[in-house]
């Protein structure tokens, strides 16, 4: 599963052919398709391995940081520096990457990568949400858009890492995005 998901990584969904990935797997044509059913199937197998892997580390980062949630966001955004910058040739995250552009033949991968990264939105605001009910935001704060707004720029870190950025300009990237946090809750009656 793991050299396929480089390929898709590497190339793409539509970028990755058949015969790529018989060879580099090592079987013939009719053992994958006996084994995964498809090329389709087959990338939503590695997409699945990615996300449950290494291409999760930014989702566990903001679930699991036992801090508020700025201090989550902050460790989410860490985490996709670090995992996507760490790879060696800076490929990028999959799920962002994996079927940009794709043709109208392709349209139901590119449907499945947005509902990745449509959870992905979701799973931010959830802790914003949280994070309102503990009184860390105000209840009056737009907590949708400050989702899609640290959304954006964790897929923007993806494509920076696919373009060559190196991990200190993209720290720098978390520290401003970071200043962009609402302003803290007085607490004060």
């Known amino acids: 599963m793991l050299t396929a998901m480089e390929l898709f990584q590497r190339h793409g969904y539509e970028g990755t052919t058949i015969a790529e990935l018989t060879r580099a797997i090592g079987i013939s044509a009719p053992s994958l398709y006996n084994a995964f059913g498809d ?3 087959l990338f939503k197998e590695a997409v699945e391995h990615y996300v449950s892997h290494d291409g999760g580390a930014s989702m566990r980062a903001l679930r699991q940081h036992p801090g508020g949630a700025r201090e989550a966001i902050r460790a989410m955004l860490q ?9 060696g040739e800076g490929r990028g ?11 109208e033949e392709n349209q139901r991968m590119d449907d ?10 979701e799973a931010i605001h959830q802790r914003l949400i949280q994070s309102q009910a503990e009184g860390e935001l105000s209840a009056e704060l737009d907590t949708q858009a400050l989702a899609c707004f640290y959304a954006t720029v964790l897929n923007g870190i993806a494509i920076q890492v696919k373009d060559g950025a190196p991990a200190d300009a993209l720290g720098a990237v978390v520290d401003a995005a ?3 946090w609402p302003e803290a809750v007085s607490l004060r009656p």
């Open 178 to 180: 970071m200043r962009a």
């Open 39 to 41: 090329k389709e199937c």
């Open 93 to 103: 995250c999959l799920v962002v990457l994996g079927a940009a552009n794709c043709g």
């Open 79 to 87: 985490a996709a520096v670090q995992q996507q910058s760490g790879c």
């Open 112 to 121: 499945f990568l947005k509902e990745h990264r449509q959870a992905t939105i």
